[in-house]
């Protein structure tokens, strides 16, 4: 009986510790969001977020290809909110996003045309 009794209560301590999980189809801020830049410019650009305020480089992708860079969640900002500046190295030349929402776990692919006159912004 006392077997009984302490086996019992193991499993009640221990299922009473246990998180309760979220579904897995909502946001939570452990998901990693991440940006895909796709650079058919002919020269190389540097990559900012504008949040809260503030401007953070991301980092560059080399001209006429692609990087994919891990946001971290400071990125995110408490607002949740950001726009995208691709700025030419070496160059006057820059451009800017829409300021658009976004929340952990969200990606996003931006794909810059090659005068980085014109992008294609794309949140999922």
Request: hydrophobic share 35%; with cysteine.
């Amino acid at each position: 009986m006392r077997k009984l009794f302490a086996l019992l209560l193991i499993v009640c301590v221990a299922t009473s510790c246990s998180r309760n999980r979220r579904p897995s189809d909502t946001l939570d801020g452990d998901n990693e969001s991440t940006l895909h830049v796709e650079n058919q410019h002919y020269g190389d650009v540097d990559i900012f977020v504008i949040h809260d305020g503030s401007r953070t480089r991301i980092g560059t992708v080399t001209a006429t290809t692609e990087q994919t860079f891990t946001l971290n969640p400071r990125v995110i900002g408490t607002v949740g909110t950001m726009q995208l500046i691709a700025h030419g190295v070496g160059t006057a030349g820059s451009l800017s996003s829409e300021q658009f929402a976004i929340r952990p776990g969200m990606q996003i692919s931006w794909t810059l045309d090659s005068r980085l006159s014109r992008a294609t912004l794309a949140i999922y």
